[in-house]
């Protein structure tokens, strides 16, 4: 096994210890512990199927643990009763893997649904809408409904609705999953625009390794706005990697770690 | 093997009966908490109130009609054909009101429920709402369930009121007996316990119906096809338990107003 935990200084943001899932059967995920420190983007490499999404949602409290335990923004969330987990996960943003919008609400009322249910005036509502839609680049979607939309556009609103609230903590579950090459490129770039505009700590879900590089290759560029690759041998050093396997997780660490790691695992994974 | 399996299922019901308990109380209870949202439980009052009308008020005439029609040859027998009105009014207030509307309700409406909100867990609707920090019971089914409760109080009523006149006009243009008779006994004979049983029915109904529904909406697993299998439980499950709970309604009220009868 090739883990070498992470020793932030900072208080983590998240935080899973020992963490142990299973539904009725062998365990999904086995003694997982890693941390998610302050504006660190955590990028869960893994083959389908192998507890990913199952993972993220532990981290904001959809599932519970069998055993071990989380602490989101310093809370213990696998012990916490449903009430108690609501103005917790209000602080993080959560990005699904389709997108998970309400279909029978306009982008506009999707973006907004945190804010409506907060009772913000309409006002300000537009405002914040139109600004984070703008961060997307579909702010002229504002009154369509999800089923006129392409994949790809859904999954920038569902961004854009993840950052309405500017949140402590993001999580994208496999946010390029089923898109072609060129709008995951997109949705990559918005990603990497989101971590170095905001700095917002994340843990993104994926099993393609060409968008796992390009976050730690690459950075924005804000007087161009565009994404721009980083100079030759550079790599983002926030942006860091786990990765698992059979429920187990075998790796964490930077790229340059897991390039040279000697794990089976990791070597076949990365060919 | 089979022992086995009886186990099992057993065990099944017990859980599904443990979980249902836990829900329906909990969303119960949500409404004297806030957040309350109004509005959804508006919108779903016109939804389950305004939408079921036409199918109530078609229901209950036809209802009190057949009541009147078939009602007749047996009471001619007896030279009783004057207490028509009467046999019709406590039929329909006492019980094929309240349980009709409940049944007819719950067809269009369990149904609507359990599709509706089965739909969204699959396609992570409800995870998202959960991760956006709303919880969807509070947001989803309180206000189906007390939608749920105060329309079926009022359809009850149209479905009574449009079976007593479903009863009049048969009486009338088929039967060829006296309207103002079949008014008169339909009034007179209507007692406090009749009208008790009559809407106290309802309110319970509207419960079962609203909170099978959005439960099995809310256990989906296994996609579409899941949803289907969520649709057909909450309409079976809902109509049986409310004309199983109708009955035991009937027994405690008959035994608690037994003076009255």
Redesign the interface.
């Known amino acids: 096994m090739d883990v070498t935990p992470q020793q932030p200084a900072q208080i983590p943001v998240l935080a899973f210890d020992r963490v142990t899932l299973s539904f009725d059967g062998p365990p999904v995920l086995e003694d997982i512990t890693f941390r998610v420190a302050p504006s660190e983007t955590r990028i869960l490499l893994g083959p389908a199927g192998v507890g990913k999404s199952v993972l993220l ?1 532990l981290a ?1 409290g ?1 599932l519970r643990p069998d055993s071990g335990s989380i602490e989101l923004f310093s809370h213990d969330i696998a012990h916490a009763s ?2 108690a987990l ?2 917790l ?2 602080r ?1 943003g ?1 990005v ?3 997108g ?4 029978s609400l306009t982008v506009r009322d999707n973006v907004a ?2 804010l409506i ?1 907060e009772e913000v005036p309409d006002a300000e509502i537009d405002a914040r809408v139109r600004e984070a839609l703008r961060f997307v680049e579909l702010e002229q979607t504002m009154a369509l409904f999800p089923a006129s939309l392409s994949g790809g556009m859904r999954r920038r609103v569902a961004i854009a ?1 993840a950052l309405i609230r500017k949140p402590e903590l993001l ?1 994208y579950d496999s946010p390029t999953g089923g898109l072609d090459p060129v709008t995951s490129t997109t949705i990559i770039s918005l990603i990497v625009k989101q971590r170095d505009v905001y700095h917002t700590p994340s843990l993104l879900v994926t099993h393609r390794l060409q968008d796992a590089f390009t976050l730690c290759t690459h950075r924005f560029d804000p007087d161009t706005g565009r994404m721009v690759p980083l100079p030759k041998g550079d790599i983002d050093p926030g942006t860091t990697f786990l990765m698992l396997a059979e429920g187990k997780l075998i790796f964490d660490g930077s790229l340059e770690e897991l390039l040279a790691s000697q794990d089976p695992f990791v070597r076949d994974f990365l060919a | 093997m089979a022992l086995d399996t009886l186990e099992r299922t057993a065990k099944q019901i017990v859980l599904t009966v443990q979980d249902y308990s836990v829900f329906a109380s909990r969303a119960f209870l949500n409404l004297f908490r806030p ?1 309350i949202y109004w509005t959804d439980f508006l919108v779903q009052s016109d939804i389950i109130g305004v939408g079921s009308l036409s199918i109530v008020v078609l229901s209950g005439m036809s209802t009190g009609g057949v009541l009147a029609l078939q009602s007749a040859t047996t009471l001619a027998n007896f030279g009783a054909t004057a207490i028509t009105g009467e046999f019709v009014s406590l039929t329909m207030i006492r019980e094929l009101g309240p349980v009709l509307t409940g049944v007819m309700v719950s067809g269009r409406n369990a149904s609507s429920m359990a599709s509706e909100l089965g739909s969204m867990v699959v ?3 409800i ?9 969807p019971i509070r ?1 989803l089914v309180t206000p189906r369930i007390f939608a749920s409760i105060a329309m079926l109080f009022f359809l009850t009523i149209v479905a009574d009121a449009f079976g007593i006149v479903g009863g009049g006009l048969v009486t009338v243009f088929m039967n060829h007996q006296n309207g103002t008779q079949y008014l008169n006994m339909a009034w007179e004979h209507i007692r406090f316990p009749d009208i008790v049983q009559g809407l106290v029915k309802p309110l319970f109904f509207g419960y079962i119906l609203g909170s099978i529904g959005c439960f099995y909406g809310l256990r989906t697993t296994g996609g579409t096809e899941g949803v289907g299998r969520s649709t057909i439980r909450a309409v079976v499950n809902s109509s049986v338990l409310i004309i199983f709970v109708d009955f035991l309604i009937s027994h405690l009220i008959l035994e608690l107003f037994a003076g009255w009868m």
């Open positions: 949602k904001n959809l449903e009430d609501f103005p996960r209000t993080t959560m699904f893997q389709e998970a919008l309400f279909d649904y945190q249910q609705r999580l | 957040p396609t992570e609707q995870d998202a709402m959960r991760a956006l920090g709303v919880d947001k």
